[in-house]
């Protein structure tokens, strides 16, 4: 294995070739590409993996005390990687606080964080779905400025339910097709905002159906309207969904999303 390019983002050429890698490699962690793009804007950690011949072999983006993503082709090239974080965990006197890779990466990575005395507190495997066609029955619209106070309460009430913090920039997100919403009387109903967008894929997440009126086909209604609309833009759309939530995975595949793949998340220690 080359030495490791650690701790500054590479030149345009690198960067592009690291990209374009990532899209053919990292399907079931699109987080890894969406990182690289925003790292020098962030301030955050590169680290590529090479081997002997100048090829790729995996890239890690992360942030001590923030996010680490993380995809490699084979345990050394991960061995490679968490050795690099490893460095900078130790000048910053902190790990990442949450780590995301693939699957597969997943497999060589928890044995070196246990060594390293990084063991995950908590750690969750996702399912990962794709759709390539576009949905019958869909039905809904983006949402505007002057729907920002029944987000507001949406927030709100997913926040309570998943236990959980989100405070999104509705501004930033309210002045682009962002998130879509099924009113019904002129109250909101349902849900489903999209994320970032990769070379490849446009992503979702966040769908969420009113309590007093699940059971009733909202989300599916307004997911396949999302995904109708993307599929404009992008060849797929792509989603992460836990794979114990058997009613959210449902769903999906409701509306023509395929089994895909696996990824990890993991709060280290």
């Known amino acids: 294995m080359a030495p490791l390019t650690v701790g500054e983002a590479p030149g345009a050429a690198g960067m592009e070739e690291a990209l374009a890698w990532l899209a053919e490699q990292a399907h079931e962690n699109l987080g890894t590409e969406i990182a690289l793009r925003s790292a020098a804007a962030q301030g955050w950690d590169v680290a590529f993996a090479n081997w002997a011949d100048g090829g790729l072999a995996g890239v890690s983006v992360s942030s001590p005390g923030g996010q680490w ?5 084979s ?46 507190r908590r750690e969750h495997d996702l399912l990962v779905m794709t759709c390539r066609q576009p949905p019958d029955g ?12 029944a987000l507001e309460r ?3 009430l997913y926040n309570h339910e998943r236990r959980t913090a989100i405070a999104p920039d509705w501004d930033a997100l309210l002045r682009r097709p962002a998130v879509a919403i099924l009113e019904d009387e002129g109250r909101m109903v349902a ?79």
């Not at 993503?69 to 082709?73: D, G, I, N, V, Y």
């Not at 900078?88 to 990442?96: E, I, K, N």
């Not at 869909?138 to 106070?149: E, F, H, N, S």
């Open 69 to 73: 993503f993380l995809e490699a082709e």
């Open 75 to 120: 345990p050394s090239a991960t061995a490679d990687l968490v050795t690099a974080v490893a460095a900078s965990a130790t000048s910053a006197g902190r790990w990442p606080a949450k780590v995301t890779s693939s699957g597969a990466v997943k497999t060589w990575l928890r044995p070196l964080l246990a060594e390293r005395d990084a063991a995950p």
């Open 138 to 149: 869909g039905d809904g619209g983006w949402a505007t400025l002057a729907d920002r106070p």
């Open 154 to 156: 949406y927030q709100a």
């Open 191 to 269: 849900v489903v905002k999209r994320t970032a967008d990769t070379a490849r894929y446009a992503t979702i997440g966040g769908t969420w159906t009113d309590p007093e009126l699940r059971g009733r086909g909202l989300a599916k209604r307004l997911t396949a309207f999302v995904v109708g609309a993307l599929l404009r833009d992008r060849p797929a759309v792509h989603l992460i969904v836990d794979d114990d939530n058997t009613a959210a995975i449902a769903l999906y595949r409701s509306v023509d999303f395929e089994d895909t793949g696996r990824c990890y998340m993991a709060y280290l220690s």
